[in-house]
Every structure is written in C-alpha cells, then in structure tokens.
C-alpha cells in the first residue's frame, strides 16, 4: 500500500483513531449505496478510499497488514483445503 495514504490520514486525523474509524464506517457505507445504485465507479474509488483507511489505521496500531493478511489467510486457505479434502465425495 501506497505511503502517500498514510501520510494524507496523518495530515487530516493525526492519533485520532476513532475519527478515523468513523471516516472509515463512512466509507464503508458509501460502498453499499454505490453498489446498490450500480454505480461502479464509485464503488471503485470508495474502496479505494476504505483499503487506504485501513492501511493508515493498521500502522496507527503498528500492524503489518501484508504479513497478517498472508499469515491469516495461508491458515485460512489450508483448513478450507483440509476441509475439502475430507468431505465426502458426492457420486
């Protein structure tokens, strides 16, 4: 993720966490009434805006977003395909 975002959330909320958060809940609002208005653009670019967020949060709390997410989601993807390698197969 792009450090120019980070900067930008530091500029306009500094250690405000929870104003952040709000934006972000803001955010993730404007995402559903764009997908409910079919309005793909700017569904794109509140997303954008979302991942940004996030991104900026994530350093405000010293989290390595890249790596949680890779070691989240290997653990994730291995139990699904346990998983699935155990289900019965259907004839």
Same mark, same amino acid.
């Given at each position: 993720?792009?450090?120019?975002?980070? +900067? !930008?959330?530091?500029?306009? %909320?500094?250690?405000?966490?929870? =104003?952040? %958060?709000?934006?972000?809940?803001? +955010? &993730?609002? #404007?995402?559903? %009434?764009?997908? *409910?208005?079919?309005?793909? #653009?700017?569904? @794109?670019? #509140? &997303? /954008? +805006?979302?991942?940004?967020?996030?991104? !900026?949060? =994530? /350093?405000?709390?010293?989290?390595?977003? *890249?790596?949680?997410?890779? =070691?989240?989601? /290997?653990? @994730?993807?291995?139990?699904?395909? =346990? @998983?699935?390698?155990?289900? $019965?197969?259907? $004839?």
């Amino acid at each position: 993720m792009s450090s120019i975002a980070v +900067e !930008y959330y530091n500029r306009k %909320f500094g250690d405000d966490k929870c =104003a952040a %958060f709000i934006h972000l809940v803001r +955010e &993730i609002g #404007e995402i559903a %009434f764009a997908i *409910e208005k079919n309005n793909i #653009e700017h569904a @794109k670019m #509140e &997303i /954008t +805006e979302s991942v940004a967020l996030l991104y !900026y949060l =994530a /350093t405000r709390y010293g989290l390595d977003l *890249e790596a949680n997410v890779r =070691a989240v989601y /290997t653990k @994730k993807l291995d139990m699904l395909n =346990a @998983k699935h390698d155990h289900a $019965p197969r259907r $004839p």
